[in-house]
């Protein structure tokens, strides 16, 4: 995997254009022509370059960072450690507005806000305020309003009537709260109709609150159910008691749920309170009862009501793009290249986790996406030390939460430090710490005609394999340049299991193959800012159809030859397969689907992944007709398509 370089010492024959190869001397690489002061040269050996890099991975991806989640104050060292590493390395940290970092904030939007006051109260007796933080958590913005409404109990909140289960059953709960209880029935019992001890589709947040909201609900009330607090998903972890658990701490935008509803989750011990003196029993009891005969045990707790208050919440999270540039000098100066990656990760899990049940064990991210910004740092270090000046400007963006919905780069081209008609290319750099037998898959290459002639030059003498996707979509930040016309790349290393999850640290990198990617990034850059000629994009419409088909190796789906295809991009959901983008002129745009829908059914059949849809486009012929059912905004819809 880690393959030794020959030599440090020489060039290779030189390009037409003349680019900088990863054989590249030391000597070549000297003090900057920036205003940075450097007593020594930059050492670009093959051991200073992997101990920097492994430097950087190692604190990024470190307990003290707290898996760098948007509610975190790891994620504020994060961004002032990227600031010094880049002001050391003699880079201009002025670059937007004047300062080193590109400030927004997160779900500041007027219209929405958290719960901010919630409280229960029984018949005839004073309302019991709860602390917001200590006693409950506000899990989602929704409409700004007051309510005051009944309670009722609804199990797990689950409708699965392939299993012969649905807590909703001879229950209403339109216009009320709802208690539910979290993950599923039987978990303990390895015979369990829901996936045995393992969580099934059902025990995910996201479908319990899309179900709650198709039935009605108003409110959603989570609580931890016993089984969790006694068997934590971490082996080491401590059980947890109902009144000293530890709260889910994120919020969700509206636009990932089916509706909008405010939901909220609450500490055990008050919900258990609430219950006992409502209906005269046990919490526990209640689940004993469900997990022994798998019957539901949903009911109206007449006696409670629920109040509350939704306000816009006044300590919105501030967060920052983190800026710095290798400014160019000549005719070509104004004209940039923007190398980008994305510094945050999911801190302690939450909604993005794919380990179930660890929602505070810390996600450090190592690969995803400390990697890419390691090797960012990398690249701005040894640029900023070329012995040349550069004829165009490189910036380099550290992007904020890219988690969430690649926010932090959808900011910055909404605000861009350099207008975008003077932005020649991107190149972005996520989860690139896992360099495997050589290969690396790069995107985008069919956005700009001389993505393959660079990389047919390149390859071979940075010794890589390179799988190449003509696409410019994706889910990470350079889709939000592709939407805005700039050429792409987009450097990619693969998944694996510990994506996603507590797992990914620092010690499974491969530090070499990183350095080998920073090589290649680096010269690539160093073609785009040397020559006279800026990239020439390639229009979408350009490629067409043959989009599709690299939309779908982006997101690891095999797409039929025949071409009987919808025209969407997809991204699995909990409750169905979300429509990220739709391509101009496909069946997708005439028929009126929308970036946003999830869709459930193809021809009546449940679809759940991508490759599910594609399966069930491939059973027709183009020109067929087949029917989409889809929820928009908490509606189900049934669209007739002609492919």
Known sequence: MRIPRDSFESRRPAHPRAVLTAVAAVALIGTTGLAADRTAPLDVSREAVQRRIEEAVDYLASDELEGRGVRTRGLDLAADYLHEQFREAGLRTDVYAGEPFQKFRLFSRATKGAVQELAFELAGEEPVALKRDENYTSLTLSLLDQFKLPVVFAGYGITAPDLGYDDYAGINVAGAAVIILRHEPQQGDPDSVFNGLENSEHAFLRPKIDNAIRHGASVIIFCTDDYALRHPADENAQPQSADSEELIKVELEE???????????????????????????????????IDAALEPQSRRLTKARVSGRVALSRDGRSLRNVIAAVDGSG???????????????????????????????????????????????????????????????????????????????????????????????????????????????????????????????????????????????????????????????????????????PSD?????????????????????????QTEERPTRI?????????????????????????????????KVEGGVEVRRILRGTAAERHGIRPGDVLTAIDAQPVT?????????????????????????????????SL
């Open 255 to 289: 636009s990932s749920l089916q509706g909008s509803a405010p939901v909220v989750h609450c500490r055990r011990d008050v919900i258990e309170k609430l219950i006992e003196q409502s209906l005269g029993e046990e919490l526990i009891a209640i689940e004993e009862r």
């Open 505 to 529: 640290d620092s010690d499974l990198l491969n530090i070499e193959g990183m350095a080998r990617v920073a090589a290649l990034v680096r010269d690539i850059t160093l073609e785009l800012v």
């Open 609 to 641: 992944t991508s490759e599910e849809v594609i399966e069930a486009i491939k059973s027709h012929d183009r020109g067929n007709k087949l029917k989409v059912t889809l929820t928009r905004r908490g509606v189900e819809l049934e669209l007739e398509v």
């Open 331 to 501: 005719e070509l100066a104004e004209e940039t290249v923007v190398i980008g990656a994305h510094y945050d990760h999911l801190g302690r899990g939450g909604w993005g986790s794919l380990a179930i049940g660890a929602n505070e064990e810390i996600h450090n991210g190592a690969d995803d996406n400390a990697s890419g910004t390691a090797v960012l740092l990398e690249v701005a270090r040894q640029l900023a030390a070329h012995p040349e000046p550069l004829k165009r400007r490189v910036l380099f963006i550290a992007f904020s939460a890219e988690e969430l919905g690649l926010i932090g780069s959808k900011r910055y081209v909404d605000d861009p430090a350099v207008p975008l008609d003077q932005t020649i290319a991107m190149l972005n750099l996520d989860m690139v710490g896992r360099l495997r037998n050589d290969q690396i898959t790069i995107y985008g290459t069919g956005t700009a005609a001389e993505w393959n002639p660079i990389l047919d030059q390149l390859e071979t003498p940075h010794q890589f394999k390179i799988t190449r996707r003509r696409g410019g979509y994706g889910p990470s930040d350079h889709a939000s340049f592709h939407d805005r016309g700039v050429p792409v790349l987009h450097f990619f290393t693969g998944f694996h299991s510990q994506y996603h999850r």
């Open 539 to 571: 229009a979408q419409s350009e490629f067409d159809f043959d989009d599709l088909d690299d939309l779908g190796d982006s997101l690891g789906i095999d797409l039929p030859d025949d071409r009987p295809l919808l025209g969407v991009m997809l991204e």
